[in-house]
């Protein structure tokens, strides 16, 4: 089955088996300095040991080992990640997809999804069991937990506050605002 979408979220515990005995730059084979400094990663990690990396650089490694590749395929690529990490990545994303290439995250975690990905698959194993291009749709929620707005927002909801798909938290609290006065 072909899946839709530039940035395609794929709600699913897949994970990538890598080499882990492997320096860095064994795995980033092409223009490593230049892809290293891309992802925010110093040309010095080149000679250390996969193994021997953080879990948010083994993702990084692993991405910039990627970005030649026409499909780009990230698993549980948020692991170990900060916000403002996300939220570069999440723009770096949009950037390579401009280049008329697709990624696809693997993950459990939400919040790599929100305001990044423009179609989401639940799958069990290799069957996509349902898919739904908004963040807001409950059914995606059945294996993974909602980004922390939009579970505020739909417990808003259950409470009979009516707040729009808001997935900027400046956004919600000027809507918050306005609800109030």
């Not at 990538?16 to 064994?26: N, Q």
């Not at 990627?66 to 939220?87: H, N, P, V, W």
């Not at 506050?161 to 900027?168: A, F, G, H, I, N």
């Amino acid at each position: 089955m072909e899946l839709e979408g530039r940035i395609i979220g794929i709600i699913s515990n897949k994970k990538e088996e890598v080499d882990e005995e492997k320096s860095v730059e064994e795995l980033v084979t092409y223009r490593t300095d230049d892809s290293l400094k891309m992802v925010n990663l110093s040309t010095e990690i080149k000679n250390k040991k996969y193994k021997d990396l953080s879990s948010k650089d083994k993702n990084k490694v692993l991405l910039a080992s990627k970005l030649q590749d026409k499909e780009i395929k990230l698993y549980d690529f948020s692991k170990g990640m900060t916000k403002k990490e996300l939220d570069f990545f999440k723009r770096l994303f949009k950037r390579i997809t401009s280049y008329n290439k697709q990624i696809f995250l693997y993950s459990k975690d939400a919040e790599i999804f929100l305001n990044c990905v423009d179609h989401i698959y639940l799958t069990n194993g290799e069957n996509v069991m349902y898919t739904s291009t908004s963040m807001f749709d409950p059914t995606i929620y059945m294996e993974m937990d909602p980004p922390e707005i939009i579970d505020f927002i739909l417990r808003c909801e259950d409470l009979g506050v009516r707040l729009d798909e808001y997935t900027d938290i400046n956004d919600l609290i000027k809507a918050i605002y306005r609800i109030k006065s």
